[in-house]
């Protein structure tokens, strides 16, 4: 089966596509991914499926704004649907 051509273009959306053309539309997706920005350093692009990192200083270990004040961020991951994230101000 020949490529229904590109999945972007509505005038394609009534034509059959084949495994080629569907692995090629998911692939544009998950490489899309998330990127990550902050106030300094080079912007971060993760891919869909692969894990990052959001911590704050690695001696913060109590889930409270009193040992720093609130100057720091928090993050705590309590059970696989519910996480938590302080800002401090």
């Known amino acids: ?6 999945y972007t273009n509505v005038d394609n959306a ?10 090629n539309a998911v692939l544009d997706v998950v490489d899309k991914g998330l990127t990550f ?4 350093g080079t912007a971060h692009k993760a ?9 704050g200083a690695e001696d913060n270990s109590a889930f409270s704004t009193e040992s720093d004040q ?6 705590q991951v309590e059970n696989r649907w519910h996480h938590s994230y302080w800002i401090g101000k």
């Open 70 to 75: 609130g100057k720091n961020i928090y993050t």
């Open 1 to 6: 089966m020949a490529s229904a051509g590109d």
């Open 47 to 55: 891919t869909l499926g692969t894990s990052i990192s959001i911590k």
């Open 14 to 23: 009534t034509k059959a596509v084949n495994a080629g053309d569907l692995n």
């Open 37 to 40: 920005t902050a106030n300094s």
